[in-house]
C-alpha cells in the first residue's frame, strides 16, 4: 500500500500515519522527521535546513525530492509506505510521479485531512508543551508565530495538490476534526474501500 497524507501543519497526520504503521507493517516517510534528524546530526542538509524550517518555510524541492528518493529505495519500503509531508508542491508531486513509474509503482490513495483551521494553532502549541511537560525539548517551528507562517505556506504551495491528486481520482477526504479513534476508524473504511490489501 502507498499512499500519501495531505493537510495543514497540525492536522493529525503524524498520528495516523503511525497507526497505519502498526497495522499494515508498511513505513512512515516522514520528511519533516528526516531533516530534523538532518539538523540534529548537523549534516549538510540539516546545517542548510535548520533556518529555513525555524520560520516555517519549505526546504528546497530539489532536497527533499533527494531525500525522498534515496529512502524508497531502501529495502523496507518494498511492501509499501506512508508520505507524510510530502509532497507539498506540485514540483515535488511531480518529481514523485516520475519516481514511482520509474519503478512501475503506484500510488494507491492520497488522503487529505480536513481540519478547521482555528484550531491548528491551538494545537501544535499544546503539542510543544506537552513535550516540555514530558521533559522534552519542543520543535523550534511549534510556536503561534512559525505556524502561522507554516499555514500560509500550506495554503499556497501545498492547497493546490489537492485539484492535482482529484484530477488523478486519488484524492480521498477525510474529515480530521474529531477524536483519533474516530478518525481513525474512518481512514480504515476508505482505505478498506479503496485499497485491495
Ligand atoms: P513537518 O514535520 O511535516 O511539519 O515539517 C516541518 C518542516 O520541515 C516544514 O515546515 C518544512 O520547513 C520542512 N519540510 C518537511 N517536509 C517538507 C517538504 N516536503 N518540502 C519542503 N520542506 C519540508
Given at each position: 500500500?502507498?499512499?500519501?497524507?495531505?493537510?495543514?501543519?497540525?492536522?493529525?497526520?503524524?498520528?495516523?500515519?503511525?497507526?497505519l504503521?502498526?497495522?499494515?507493517?508498511?513505513?512512515q516517510?516522514?520528511?519533516?522527521?528526516?531533516?530534523?534528524?538532518?539538523?540534529?546530526?548537523?549534516?549538510?542538509?540539516?546545517?542548510?535546513?535548520?533556518?529555513?524550517?525555524?520560520?516555517?518555510?519549505?526546504?528546497?524541492?530539489?532536497?527533499?525530492?533527494?531525500?525522498?528518493?534515496?529512502?524508497i529505495?531502501?529495502?523496507?519500503?518494498a511492501?509499501?509506505?506512508?508520505?507524510?509531508?510530502?509532497?507539498?508542491?506540485?514540483?515535488?508531486a511531480?518529481?514523485?510521479?516520475?519516481?514511482?513509474?520509474?519503478?512501475?509503482?503506484?500510488?494507491?490513495?492520497?488522503?487529505?485531512?480536513?481540519?478547521?483551521?482555528?484550531?491548528?494553532?491551538?494545537?501544535?502549541?499544546?503539542?510543544?508543551?506537552?513535550?516540555?511537560?514530558?521533559?522534552?525539548?519542543?520543535?523550534?517551528?511549534?510556536?503561534?508565530?512559525?505556524?502561522?507562517?507554516?499555514?500560509?505556506?500550506?495554503?499556497?504551495?501545498?492547497?493546490?495538490?489537492?485539484?492535482?491528486?482529484?484530477?488523478?481520482?486519488?484524492?480521498?477526504?477525510?474529515?480530521?476534526?474529531?477524536?483519533?479513534?474516530?478518525?481513525?476508524?474512518k481512514?480504515?473504511?476508505?482505505?478498506g474501500?479503496?485499497?485491495?490489501?
Amino acid at each position: 500500500m502507498r499512499l500519501i497524507l495531505l493537510g495543514p501543519p497540525g492536522a493529525g497526520k503524524g498520528t495516523q500515519a503511525q497507526r497505519l504503521v502498526a497495522k499494515h507493517g508498511i513505513v512512515q516517510l516522514s520528511t519533516g522527521d528526516m531533516l530534523r534528524a538532518a539538523v540534529k546530526a548537523e549534516t549538510q542538509t540539516g546545517l542548510e535546513a535548520k533556518e529555513v524550517m525555524d520560520r516555517g518555510d519549505l526546504v528546497p524541492d530539489a532536497t527533499v525530492v533527494k531525500i525522498v528518493a534515496d529512502r524508497i529505495d531502501e529495502p523496507d519500503c518494498a511492501n509499501g509506505f506512508i508520505l507524510d509531508g510530502f509532497p507539498r508542491t506540485t514540483a515535488q508531486a511531480d518529481a514523485l510521479g516520475q519516481m514511482l513509474s520509474d519503478k512501475h509503482l503506484a500510488l494507491d490513495a492520497v488522503l487529505q485531512f480536513t481540519v478547521d483551521e482555528t484550531v491548528l494553532v491551538k494545537r501544535v502549541v499544546n503539542r510543544a508543551r506537552e513535550t516540555v511537560a514530558a521533559g522534552g525539548t519542543p520543535r523550534a517551528d511549534d510556536t503561534a508565530e512559525a505556524m502561522t507562517k507554516r499555514l500560509q505556506v500550506y495554503r499556497d504551495q501545498t492547497e493546490p495538490l489537492i485539484a492535482y491528486y482529484a484530477d488523478k481520482s486519488l484524492l480521498r477526504v477525510i474529515d480530521g476534526m474529531g477524536p483519533i479513534d474516530v478518525v481513525a476508524e474512518k481512514i480504515d473504511e476508505i482505505l478498506g474501500a479503496t485499497v485491495a490489501a
